[in-house]
């Protein structure tokens, strides 16, 4: 079993940072694909960025590319979203989620088995 905390969401205005962390517990988390998605008022939760367990392949939604970095600490069990150039669009509560199998598919939430509770961002115009 994998249990998975996000931190670091809040209110920021347009333009502005933030940095989500997950933090996982497991002794295997360094095998897992680590995947963020989020998940706006009446919106399907859709597909933020995933990276592979070795920190070396990424993937990133088009509408985040170039302003989102999905990174990860193995010996800390952390996986970090960094956030720049928010936008109001941006605003959603952001979940991070484990694929233990590392499956060829990540940008689905089917894909992954364990979920945290979620992280609230809100972006102000």
């Known amino acids: 079993q994998v249990q998975l905390v996000e931190s670091g969401g809040g209110l920021v205005q347009a333009g502005g940072s933030l940095r989500l962390s997950c933090a996982a517990s497991?002794?295997?988390?360094?095998?897992?694909?680590m995947g963020w998605f989020r998940q706006a008022p009446g919106k399907e939760r859709e597909f933020v960025a995933a990276?592979?367990?070795?920190?070396?392949?990424?993937y990133y939604a088009e509408q985040v590319k170039g302003r989102f970095t999905i990174s990860r600490d193995n010996a800390k069990n952390t996986v970090n979203l960094h956030m720049n150039s928010l936008k109001p669009e941006d605003t959603a509560v952001y979940y991070c989620?484990?694929?233990?199998?590392?499956?060829?598919?990540?940008?689905?939430?089917?894909?992954?088995?364990?979920w945290g509770q979620g992280t609230q961002v809100t972006v102000s115009s």
């Open positions: 989620a484990a694929d233990r199998f590392g499956g060829i598919v990540v940008t689905t939430p089917s894909a992954y088995e364990y």
């Open positions: 990276i592979r367990w070795s920190g070396s392949t990424t």
């Open positions: 497991g002794r295997t988390f360094s095998t897992y694909t």
